[in-house]
Structures are given as C-alpha cells and as structure tokens.
C-alpha cells in the first residue's frame, strides 16, 4: 500500500465518523424515535435537527437554527441525553464547553 492510498484511507475514515458524529453517533440500545443529529447549512451556521423527519429540534418555542457547532453540538448531545435519562428513568447533563472549561491535568 501507497503512501498516497493511506492518505486517502484515512480522509475517508474521517468523513466517515464526520457523518455519523453529525448524525448523533450510536444510537442507544434502546432508542426511539427521538434522535436528534447536527447539520451544517449553506449559510455555514448549524442545525440540530429531528434525524427521522429532518425538522429542525425546537425547544421552548425556539427554533435549533443558525447556530455554531459547538452550540449545535452541546444542543444535540442534551437533546439526546435527555431522551435516554426519560427511557432510564433519571437525568443526565453533558458538560457545556462555555460553561464547564475542560480541567487542567
């Protein structure tokens, strides 16, 4: 194998979990049909959106439109959080980037 064909293996790769990370990663053991994922519009603001309709997520009336990525990531993640906590029974909270800095080691 070619220096140049690991290079293209790997782009490929990266695509690959690109896609899946935008489309809420794994799905849970038991999932409904709430899974929420995260697109990047033409106007390259992002969209959490419902993955089965395609609708953007609402929440409290507000529209998940027009946001960076990491807003329309930590949306994404606290939307599905949240529907596996209601399935198990108890709350979860992903950790806000703007809110929670990561720790120093």
Known sequence: MTADNIVIIRKLRSAAISVWENEGGAPGPSTD????????ELDRSWTVYHVYSGAPAIIDGQHLTGLNKAS????????????????EGRLLRPSDPERDPPKEL
């Open 72 to 87: 329309a990531t930590h949306g994404m993640l606290s939307l599905n959080l949240h529907n596996i906590a209601h399935q």
């Open 33 to 40: 049909e709430n899974q929420f994922g995260r697109r990047i």
